[in-house]
């Protein structure tokens, strides 16, 4: 079992960061890929950031180039850095670990970003 708690939400004016981060509880989160998604109002959930414990990191077209996600296994947690924010990044945005057939999601954040 696993248990991930998303936090960092906030409203953010465009061009600016937000950091958020993710605690994983109860297991060994280096066992895991962790990915990044997040769905805006009335839109399904898309990835944002998939982190493989051991390859690169790969990030969907929209958000190359500004938001960076990073794990850190020994503390138990991934993050998000997001800058430049652009309003259609809003959206509450969760932190999905998989392992095998094992597959455990957060409640989310929610990211505004609006002037």
């Known amino acids: 079992q696993l248990q991930l708690v998303e936090s960092g939400g906030d409203l953010v004016q465009p061009g600016g960061s937000l950091r958020l981060s993710c605690a994983a509880s109860g297991s060994l989160l280096s066992l895991y890929t962790v990915t990044w998604y997040r769905q805006a109002p009335g839109k399904e959930r898309e990835l944002v950031a998939d982190i493989p414990n051991r390859a690169t990191t790969t990030y969907a077209d929209s958000v190359k180039g500004r938001f960076t996600a990073s794990r850190d296994n020994a503390k138990k947690m991934v993050y998000l850095q997001m800058d430049r924010l652009k309003p259609e990044d809003t959206g509450v945005y969760y932190c999905?670990?998989?392992?095998?057939?094992?597959?455990?999601w957060g409640q989310g954040t929610q990211v505004t970003v609006s002037s």
């Open positions: 999905r670990a998989v392992y095998g057939p094992f597959e455990f």
